[in-house]
């Protein structure tokens, strides 16, 4: 999937990693990762790395140390059609250096297991409940992985492609069922 | 999912007439709350129906050495620490439930709390209660009506939501949004900012006891939500910033109004202080209270003013700035003891500085269209739709079908009230959303209140919770 031009950002120059001692250390860690850069309209830098799934838990440590401190955001996609099916995005900041990081790793349907971060980032204890809650990815090594948003008696994982709207009936009290 | 807890067994209706057979004699669980405390209390019954009996369900709170909120606080010193004497033994605590409903708790929010005595000893937040799956809704939902869905997640600064969400869906079309249109953001998300802050104060005063507080805070707020009801015809949830521009042009006469908003909410503003900020009652509860630190706001995700009254000098309106907010003057201000008192004094002037680039925008709202002109995202007049059949079919199917983005993924932020809210849209191309993740700041200061609360007296909680302020349908979604 490609990026479309973006109104807010401005041609970046061709990357390569060697400029960037941030973004050296994270290819350092994850050899594996395809590392890019572009430039925010106001001077800021964002960065984007997707990552083999054995390579993720050294990646987002490699960034932490690198000076990406500040957790934002961790969430699942489903491309269900797409292999690997699950994808988990992580965005984080280094705001001395006015950068932010978005960390991608594919997570395949059959075997939905990735690393937790919540040893590098506490603050993604919630956010990892949410995406197990949500779309069944398993975070291994993570404290507490119980729903979060859903009941706990929930069967299922809701907004996976194939949990479909209106798939569980609404009990509407003491409504009669059409015979 | 057919044999999911939530369907329906059976006959409802035939249930009523023929009950069934167990339901005649006295079921062994249908003993009254009285008789489990009397068997408890007179030791007779068996420990393990008692411990189901008084269960807390589902969610329980870690062992003492996994919890990764005490995990962090361990080895930095908190100030709001209560020396509680030694001699307290492990029997003296207990469980106990604060909400889901509670009046303090600003929605429906659970504590889990550990007490021993008055102190907390450990907290967990249980959410989920207004869960309604938006983000799913989403996926059924056309760009064009999308609006109208984020706008409803947190409901006292719905034109970020709206802004965030239109600034996503922009950039993936690739589209440039005219200065007029861009301004208008500005005027509204900058109003939005100080209605929510006015409200804050507001409730921050009546749960800490100052209940004219409150009064006076609605009396402002009441003033600016006036405005966008003029502007949008709407109080809340206005659908007004939409991708591509605003749902319409600020009426006529909306300088005179913005005006009298400068005049009047200062002013306000002027009495909160003289109410507040030397008032000892309120310095007692704020001062030292609820304490986070600035290395536990990066990994907890905090931002906002919880982030900046600690000393963070984060603000995405400088340091990825959206929407024009660039060429605006405005102060970003920083407080560096991080406890309850410095989150209102960055809170009331974060308030002034909103009003300060208001003052701005009135000044130099640039001339021109208040939505773009790309006739793929943008109906057309209502004149055309009588004079042209292409305009007529251009109109039917973007309200229809909806208009398609190019496939694509983006992560937005802007600077809501409450912090960093993000929205992380994918498009397979289509007229809908393939996903879209909302990252809201409520959700991370939520989750960061063990840290906040933790070894902190009982009457502390609402001070704390009330200055994290969580809008809990932004939480749960």
Same mark, same amino acid.
Not at chain 2, 63 to 66: F, N, S, T, W
Not at chain 2, 98 to 107: A, D, E, F, I, L
């Given at each position: 999937m490609e990026h479309a031009p973006d109104a807010d950002e401005e041609a970046a120059a061709p990357y390569s990693p060697m400029d960037e001692p941030m973004l050296e250390a994270l290819a350092a860690a994850a050899p594996g990762a395809e590392i890019s850069t572009r430039r925010h309209v106001a001077g800021g830098r964002l960065d984007e790395a997707t990552v083999p799934r054995d390579e993720y838990g050294a990646c987002v440590a490699a960034a932490y140390d690198a000076g990406y401190t500040t957790f934002a955001d961790l969430c699942a996609v489903d491309y269900y059609s797409r292999d690997p099916r699950f994808e988990i995005v992580i965005q984080l900041i280094a705001m001395d250096q006015r950068r932010r990081l978005e960390i991608r790793v594919g997570v395949p349907g059959q075997d939905p297991v990735a690393a937790s971060i919540t040893g590098v980032f506490a603050g993604a204890n919630f956010y990892e409940r949410e995406a197990w809650d949500l779309f069944g990815i398993d975070f291994t090594g993570h404290p507490d992985l119980t729903r979060i948003l859903m009941p706990d008696e929930w069967d299922g994982h809701p907004l996976r492609k194939d949990a479909s709207v209106g798939s569980v009936p609404v009990q509407f009290k003491g409504a009669h069922k059409p015979a | 999912m057919s044999d999911t807890p939530h369907n329906v067994e059976g006959d409802l209706h035939a249930l009523a007439v023929d009950p069934p057979e167990e339901s005649a004699g006295p079921a062994p669980d249908a003993q009254s709350r009285r008789q489990v405390h009397d068997m408890w209390v007179a030791g007779t019954e068996e420990q393990a129906w008692i411990a189901e009996a008084t269960d807390e369900g589902a969610q329980e709170l870690l062992?003492?050495?996994?919890d990764p909120a005490l995990a962090v606080q361990r080895g930095v010193v908190v100030s709001d620490d209560y020396e509680v004497a030694e001699q307290v033994v492990e029997d003296e605590r207990q469980i106990i439930n604060? *909400?889901?409903?509670?009046?303090?708790?600003? *929605?429906v929010l659970r504590l889990q709390l550990e007490i021993e005595s008055e102190t907390i000893r450990r907290v967990k937040p249980i959410i989920g209660y207004l869960h309604t799956g938006m983000e799913k809704t989403a996926e059924t939902l056309t760009y064009t009506q999308g609006a109208t869905n984020v706008t409803r997640m947190d409901y006292l600064s719905p034109f970020h939501n709206e802004l965030c969400f239109s600034l996503a869906v922009e950039q993936l079309l690739g589209i440039e949004i005219p200065p007029r249109a861009q301004a208008i953001r500005v005027l509204m998300t900058e109003l939005n900012r100080v209605s929510s802050h006015l409200l804050w104060v507001a409730t921050q005063g009546m749960d800490m006891g100052a209940v004219s507080m409150m009064l006076y805070g609605w009396r402002e707020r009441e003033l600016v939500l006036q405005f966008f009801e003029a502007v949008t015809g709407l109080r809340m949830n206005h659908n007004y910033v939409r991708p591509g521009g605003v749902a319409a042009d600020l009426p006529d006469g909306w300088e005179d109004q913005v005006e009298s908003l400068l005049d009047v909410v200062p002013k306000g503003l002027g009495e909160y202080e003289e109410l507040l900020s030397e008032n000892p009652i309120f310095l007692d509860r704020a001062v030292g209270v609820g304490v986070i630190l600035p290395e536990e706001c990066r990994a907890y995700g905090v931002t906002g003013p919880i982030a900046r009254a600690s000393g963070i000098d984060w603000d995405l309106r400088k340091a990825f700035p959206y929407s024009g907010i660039d060429q605006y003057d405005f102060d970003v201000p920083v407080e560096q003891n991080g406890d309850v008192y410095d989150r209102y004094l960055v809170r009331m002037e974060e308030t002034k500085q909103s009003l300060r680039i208001v003052r701005q925008v009135l000044e130099t709202m640039p001339a021109g269209d208040y939505r773009t002109v790309d006739r793929k995202v943008t109906p057309p007049p209502r004149k055309r739709i009588d004079e042209s059949m292409e305009a007529l079919i251009h109109h039917f199917k973007l309200f229809t079908e909806g208009f398609k983005v190019p496939e694509g993924r983006v992560y937005q932020a802007v600077e809501s009230p409450r912090g960093e809210l993000g929205m992380y849209l994918v498009s397979s191309g289509g007229p809908r959303p393939w996903r879209l993740h909302a990252r809201t700041p409520s959700f991370a200061a939520v989750q960061a209140l063990p840290v906040m609360m933790t070894d902190s007296l009982v009457a502390d909680i609402v001070a704390t919770l009330a200055s994290t302020d969580p809008v809990l349908g932004d939480v749960d979604r």
């Open positions: - | 062992p003492r050495d996994i604060m *909400g889901p409903q509670h009046p303090s708790t600003h *929605g």
